[in-house]
């Protein structure tokens, strides 16, 4: 009975479950994610070679549907051991999220996060169909990132949308993949001037650079040509300390006028 209980888990039926149960569903950029992995049994002790909690989401490509996954992060929760037939087992775990993880935003349509972050957990099991678990995060914007996003704001634009893509031209991370928020001017003295500003958020620790794109509102008999050409696109980064982002809001604000004004007199 021994021997068929092996065959039977080998191929899945009867395998120990596992289970990941975070502490809570929200988290900020940056924060501790708290949780535990259970394991419990199956018909058969079995080895477990790892856990591996890896920390996921989606980014896509510009002028494309394609989307690629990719990790943010990867933690290695335990050292090999065995789980007893039938045996009940929590592991518990904790990890820093890190701070280039993507903010999730509740799409009203589907109410789903976009993009999606969630925790894959991939079980080894020697001899064994290795089982895995999902669970869905949403991730909120630290202070920083919230500061400038207003700071933009405060300026006459208007936030139109948030995504995840592949790494633009220009762009010095390690990833594959950046957030870019897009804003169009709504009101004041770049209403007619500007068609929007697209603005990539790089925090570390201590400094946080911000990638921008200034794309002016073409006018006259070419502004077609020169729109399809990106001609009227100028890009450029700044780097502020986090403490600086945080405390003077305003200093971010004037910033950002001066720079859309020098782009304005090219």
Partial sequence: MSLINKIIASVGVGSAKVNTKLSKSYYTQGEILEGVVEIVGGVTDQKIQSIQLNLMTLYGYEDSDRLSSAVVSTYMVNNPFTINSGERK??????????????????????????????????????????????????????????????????????????????????????????????????????????????????????????FEVDKKSKGAFSSIVEKLNLDEHRGSVTFKNEEIINNRSFISNKFEQIIEDVLAL
């Fill in 90 to 211: 929590e592991i518990p775990f904790s990890f820093r999220i890190p701070l280039d993880t993507p903010i999730t935003m509740r799409d009203p349509e589907t109410n789903q996060n976009v993009p999606p972050v969630w925790i894959d957990t991939d079980v080894n099991i020697q001899h064994a169909v290795d089982p895995s678990d999902k669970d869905y995060l949403s991730i909120e914007p630290t202070e920083v990132h919230e500061n400038i996003v207003d700071a933009i704001k405060i300026i006459g634009f208007k936030f139109r949308q948030m995504e995840s893509q592949k790494v633009p031209f220009g762009i010095n991370v390690k990833r594959a993949f950046v957030q870019q928020y897009e804003f169009v001017p709504s009101f004041g003295k770049y209403l007619n001037k500007l068609d929007e500003l697209e603005v990539y958020i790089i925090q570390d620790d201590e400094e946080t650079t911000i990638y």
